[in-house]
C-alpha cells in the first residue's frame, strides 16, 4: 500500500461572489516509503494545494488523498495522518509556535508523547541538522528568514515523519544553505528510509531526486525517473527551465555532438569529454556553448503521460555515453 496516494483529486478555490479557481484537476499520483520525488511546475500550478492536501489541511472538492490507505477526509485519522507527512511550508512566519526556538522544535515529539531524553535528543539533532544549534535558546521573531526556514525545517525533522514535503523550504536560504538543506534530507532519505516530496523551482534541485513529478495549470503532465530529462520539451512546454547540464547538452545536439543526458557538471564534462575527443576543453568553447539553441521545439509530440514517463524512468537516464 502506497504512504501517500491521490486518486483523481480535485481541489478549487473559493474566488469572488460564485466563482473559484481550480487548483488541481483529476489528479492522480502515489508515493511509496523510502522514495525521493521532485514536485516541479512554474508559479499558480498547484504544489503548495498538492502539499496542502497530503497531510489534510484540505481536503479534495473530488476524489481521494490516502495516507496509508486512510482518507484524509476522515477526521479521526488526522493525528496519525500528521505523524506521518510532515510538511515544511513556503512561509516560515507561520509556522512558529512558541517563542523559543528550541521549544519550537520540541512541539511535534511532545505532542508524540515522547520521553523527555528523547525529546532532547530530537531537538539537538535536529538543531545540529540545520546548523542551528548556537541559537537554540533565541526567539525565533529575531532571526532572518533564512534561519526561520532552518527552524522550521528542524521542526518537522524532529517529529520523523515517514514522509517530509519541503514545500519550496530553501527558498529563502543562500545557495550553501540550500546545499546543507538538500544534504540533511538527501541523508534523511538513503540512511533513514524516509521518503521526500521536494517542492522546487531550483531544476538542479530536481535533477538530484530519483523521481519528478510535473505539474502545470492543475495538471500531473509528466511522473517519471530521471530519464524524463531525455524529453526536455515536458519541462519546457510546462514553464520550467532545465537543469544547466541538460541546457548544454541540448545544446551540443542541435550542433551534432551527442552527449547523452547528464544531470551535474561532473557527468556533462565526461560525456561531453568522451564525444568530442580525450583533449579538456577549454573555457572559450565551454561559453560558446552556454546559449541553449532549440530547446523549445514545437513539433516533438507531447510526452504527457505515464506512458512515456514510465519507459523513461525504466531507462534510468544513465545508459548512454
Ligand atoms: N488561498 C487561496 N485562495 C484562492 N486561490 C488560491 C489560494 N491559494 C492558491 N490559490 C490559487 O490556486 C492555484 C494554485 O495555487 P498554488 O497551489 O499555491 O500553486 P503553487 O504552489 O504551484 O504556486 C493558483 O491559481 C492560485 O492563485
Ligand atoms: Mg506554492
Not at 531537538?123 to 545540529?128: F, N, T
Not at 548556537?134 to 515523519?161: D, M, N, T
Not at 519546457?236 to 547540464?245: K, N, Q, S, V, Y
Request: glycine fraction near 10%.
Amino acid at each position: 500500500m502506497a504512504l501517500l496516494e491521490f486518486k483523481n483529486v480535485d481541489y478549487s478555490y473559493p474566488s469572488g461572489d460564485d466563482d473559484f479557481v481550480r487548483a488541481l484537476a483529476s489528479a492522480s499520483l502515489a508515493v511509496d516509503r523510502g522514495e525521493f520525488v521532485a514536485l516541479v511546475g512554474c508559479n499558480g500550478s498547484g504544489k503548495s494545494t498538492l502539499a496542502r492536501l497530503a497531510n489534510g489541511l484540505i481536503t479534495p472538492d473530488g476524489g481521494e488523498v490516502l495516507v496509508d490507505g486512510k482518507p484524509t477526509s476522515d477526521k479521526s485519522a488526522l493525528y496519525d495522518i500528521r505523524r506521518k507527512i510532515g510538511v515544511v511550508f513556503q512561509n516560515p512566519d507561520n509556522q512558529m509556535v512558541t517563542t523559543v526556538v528550541e521549544d519550537d522544535i520540541a512541539f511535534g515529539p511532545e505532542n508524540l508523547g515522547l520521553p523527555p531524553t528523547e525529546i532532547r535528543e530530537r531537538v539537538d539533532w535536529a538543531l545540529d541538522c540545520v546548523g542551528m544549534r548556537e541559537y537554540a535558546k533565541s526567539g525565533p521573531f529575531r532571526l532572518s528568514g533564512g534561519q526561520k526556514q532552518r527552524i522550521a525545517i528542524a521542526g518537522v525533522l524532529a517529529i520523523k515523519p515517514e514522509l517530509m514535503i519541503l514545500d519550496e523550504a530553501t527558498g529563502m536560504l543562500d545557495p550553501e544553505g540550500r546545499r546543507e538543506v538538500m544534504n540533511v534530507v538527501k541523508r534523511l532519505n538513503r540512511d533513514e528510509g524516509r521518503a521526500v516530496v521536494m517542492i522546487t523551482h531550483f531544476m538542479e534541485e530536481a535533477a538530484e531526486a530519483d523521481r519528478i513529478i510535473i505539474l502545470d495549470r492543475g495538471e500531473i503532465v509528466a511522473d517519471g525517473g530521471r530519464g524524463l530529462f531525455k524529453t526536455p520539451e515536458v519541462f519546457t512546454r510546462a514553464g520550467l527551465d532545465l537543469p544547466l547540464p541538460v541546457r548544454l547538452s541540448v545544446a551540443l545536439r542541435a550542433r551534432g555532438i551527442e552527449v547523452g543526458t547528464p544531470l551535474d557538471a561532473d557527468e556533462f564534462v565526461a560525456a561531453t569529454l568522451a564525444a568530442i575527443s580525450a583533449e579538456p576543453i577549454p573555457p572559450q568553447a565551454a561559453d560558446a556553448c552556454a546559449k541553449p539553441e532549440n530547446v523549445l521545439t514545437d513539433d516533438v509530440p507531447q510526452a504527457d503521460g505515464e506512458g512515456d514517463a514510465e519507459t523513461e524512468a525504466e531507462n534510468g537516464g544513465e545508459d548512454e555515453p
